[in-house]
């Protein structure tokens, strides 16, 4: 069996803010084995982008880690101060894709430039060996090496998200967390994002967190998938069981309303409502407001995850 | 198809490219965006039209031509027989309006932030003078808003729009579109930015006042999946044209059009089998610039079938290659 590369085990990162504490990562415990893809899906505003920055050891101000850990191959980060996991950690062993990062590239300055920055003054590499391993590394990506020296607006949609993978990989890090790396590109650049994504995976033996809203596109690429609901893993398990025996009613009724592109499907299922605000989320289970299945204990006591199939869990009174 | 409410003949937008003092004193060219570059399609009565196609083929520019929020460069639209582009006072113009509405992408930015949810549903209503009393009007917005499930109505008139969800928001954008009672929508991109659960609502909901107040539908979308779904016909958008039009089954499930089956080929669908297959896509490069359209067929640069010879300079014609069907490619049955 393949080792685990990461371990996160009862992790907590909540916003303090003056309206009131977001509890944003609320008790999340899953691994990622080498090589492995697991997805992270659930509505806007679950905290799948707020994990994604806690582990990468930099939740975004006023976020802390509460409690929990998270062992990247066997080492824990919780608690290393700031300058270890800048110079230890963060970028080598994880690294992050983060959301609408290709629109985010400075227009004053070459790709290559913002590409090898980091690695000079963070890691003091010479200037010479940076630009050659962003070379390199924009070659994998299916790009050419003198990109280094184009400004941003020079390349499309398709060619920004790529440059912004290269970068993510510089460093040769274990796992790679792609936050809605495909978002805003047209159908046929999101698939050839998403083939890179999987040479990328198979050649380099790479792990990812692949986040998304979209579950179509989830099932393009990962192995396992998790399910969050405000705050919380509702539903985890192997591609094929979340997806033909989802065991969480949200996640049935999630997967019910996305129009298929050949089937006939008469009506959309939709879930009513909306997600509950992370500062004082419903008690008991935090789905019973939305739930078309909620009893009285959903409303009193919040269920764990359970053990519905072997590698398959669920937090859920029904189960 | 059902009889036809709309009628767009050989419609054209060409945007102007402003040239810069230099290029004027040197005398260039003046250069056009083709955002829409001569394209034709009817819209039956209670159907609804889907026009789907990748970022800048012109779809939005369409949905804004048929609104009149932008008059054509050249051709022709009808509604219910009635020349459009002919409409040239104030008071045509407003009576037309009051039709045909729009529904745009982003429920955020569509709706004034300062306007508490009556004030955003009474504007429209104000602007045609219909409903004489506040009274009045305030029954008009009720039902508005029971129609598209803000229920009940007085617990949000008084709500601004960052009280309420993004789902409840675009259902807000569908109330102001009905309140007048229009005959036709332009839909752009209504649920994109929503997220999955509350997307088929707002399609579900769609779909209901479609059968329930006859209205009919030109839906604006590049996700195939829902335009399959909501759809009677799709045409697909190409830099500017028309390179495929059906039944939305037909095009779906038998592309005649190489772009369209590349589409088709790149939709993800939620089966995890094939995770670590490289998917094939029968396509070469990205979308060029509307400036600089390719000669012949315009799609030829990224056409895994191109003919050198034929295809990169002679440009082929729409045909109607069975019943209500068409494509335009040189070599259409033959791929
Ligand atoms: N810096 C912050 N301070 C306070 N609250 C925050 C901060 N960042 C995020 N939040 C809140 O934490 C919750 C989770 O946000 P997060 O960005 O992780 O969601 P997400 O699942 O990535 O959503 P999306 O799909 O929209 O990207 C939301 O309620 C959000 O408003
Ligand atoms: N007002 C304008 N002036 C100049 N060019 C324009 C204008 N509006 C649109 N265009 C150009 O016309 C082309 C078609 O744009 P349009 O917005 O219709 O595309 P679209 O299919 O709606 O794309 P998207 O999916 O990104 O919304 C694009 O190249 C765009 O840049
Ligand atoms: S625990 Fe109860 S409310 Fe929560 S998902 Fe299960 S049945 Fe629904
Ligand atoms: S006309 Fe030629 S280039 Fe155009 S789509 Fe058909 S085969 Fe391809
Ligand atoms: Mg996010
Ligand atoms: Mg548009």
């Given at each position: 069996m393949a080792k685990s590369v990461l371990e996160v085990n009862n992790l907590k990162m909540y916003y303090f803010t003056n309206k009131g504490v977001v509890k944003a990562v609320d008790d999340l415990s899953f691994t990622l084995k080498k090589g492995e893809v697991m997805g992270l899906a659930g509505e806007s505003g679950c905290g799948k982008s707020s994990l994604g920055f806690t582990l990468m050891g930099m939740p975004t101000p006023p976020g802390k880690i509460v409690s929990g850990s998270v062992k990247i191959d066997g080492r824990e980060i919780v608690g290393l101060p700031e300058d270890v996991l800048r110079k230890e950690v963060r970028w080598q062993k994880i690294s992050m894709i983060f959301q609408g990062a290709m629109n985010a590239l400075n227009p004053v300055y070459t790709v290559g430039y913002q590409m090898i920055e980091p690695l000079i003054y963070h890691k003091g590499m010479e200037k010479e060996e940076a630009l050659d391993r962003a070379q390199k590394y924009l070659e994998l990506v299916g790009l050419s090496p003198d990109i280094v020296y184009r400004y941003p607006h020079e390349l499309s949609g398709g060619m920004k998200q790529r440059v912004i993978i290269a970068t993510a990989l510089l460093l040769e890090p274990e796992v790679v967390i792609a936050d809605e790396p495909t978002t805003a590109l047209d159908v046929v650049v999101q698939a050839q994002i998403i083939n890179l994504m999987k040479k990328l995976k198979k050649e380099l033996g790479l792990s990812m967190i692949f986040i998304t809203h979209d579950l179509s596109i989830l099932a393009e690429i990962s192995d396992k998938v998790a399910i969050m609901y405000a705050g919380k893993i509702i539903e985890i398990g192997d591609s094929e069981k979340i997806y033909y025996e989802p065991a969480h009613p949200y996640t049935q009724k999630l997967l019910a309303s996305i129009p298929r592109l050949h089937e006939d499907v008469d009506r959309l299922e939709f879930i009513p409502g909306q997600p509950p605000n992370l500062i004082t989320p419903p008690k008991g289970c935090r789905f019973h407001p939305r739930?078309?299945?909620?009893?009285?204990v959903c409303k009193e006591q919040e269920p764990e995850l359970k053990e519905v199939d072997r590698d398959h869990y669920a937090a859920c009174w029904l189960l | 198809m059902a009889e036809p409410i709309l009628k767009v003949e050989n419609l054209k937008k060409y945007f102007p490219i402003k040239r810069g003092l230099i290029g004027a004193l040197k005398g260039e060219p003046h250069r056009f965006v083709?955002?829409?570059d001569d394209i034709s399609f009817e819209v039956g009565k209670q159907e609804v039209f889907a026009l789907v196609g990748e970022?800048?083929?012109g779809k939005t520019t369409t949905g804004k031509l048929v609104v009149k929020l932008l008059e054509p460069t050249a051709g022709r639209i009808y509604l219910e027989g009635q020349d459009v582009t002919e409409l040239k006072t104030t008071e045509e113009v407003k009576a037309y309006r009051r039709k045909v509405q729009i529904i745009f992408q982003d429920p955020f930015s569509s709706i004034n932030p300062r306007f508490r949810i009556f004030d955003v549903l009474e504007e429209p209503l104000l602007i045609h003078g219909i409903g004489e009393t506040k009274a009045e009007r305030e029954e008009l917005i009720f039902k508005a808003l029971e129609m598209v499930k803000i229920a009940p109505p007085e617990d949000y008139v008084g709500r601004f729009p960052h009280m309420i969800s993004g789902g409840q928001r675009q259902r807000v954008a569908i109330a102001r579109a009905l309140i007048l009672n229009p005959t036709f929508i332009v839909a752009d991109e209504p649920v994109s930015m929503l997220d999955v659960s509350i997307r088929a609502e707002v399609l579900e909901l769609m779909k209901e006042l479609k059968e329930k107040m006859g209205v009919t539908y030109l839906y604006i979308t590049h996700d195939l999946s829902t335009a399959r779904y909501f759809s009677d016909y799709i045409a697909v958008m190409y830099l500017g044209r028309i390179v495929e039009m059906g039944p939305a089954k037909k095009v779906i499930d038998n592309p005649l059009h190489p772009y369209t089956r590349a589409l088709l080929s790149a939709v993800p669908e939620p089966k995890p089998e094939r995770r670590n297959v490289i998917k094939e896509l029968p396509i070469k490069g990205e979308v060029p610039s509307a400036v600089d359209i390719p000669p012949g067929c315009r799609f030829h640069p990224r056409c895994i079938y191109a003919q050198m010879g034929l295809c990169d300079s002679k440009h082929p014609e729409l045909v109607e290659y069975e019943h209500e069907h068409f494509a335009e490619c040189h070599l259409i049955g033959k791929i």
């Open positions: 739930c078309p299945y909620a009893m009285q | 083709r955002a829409v970022s800048g083929c």
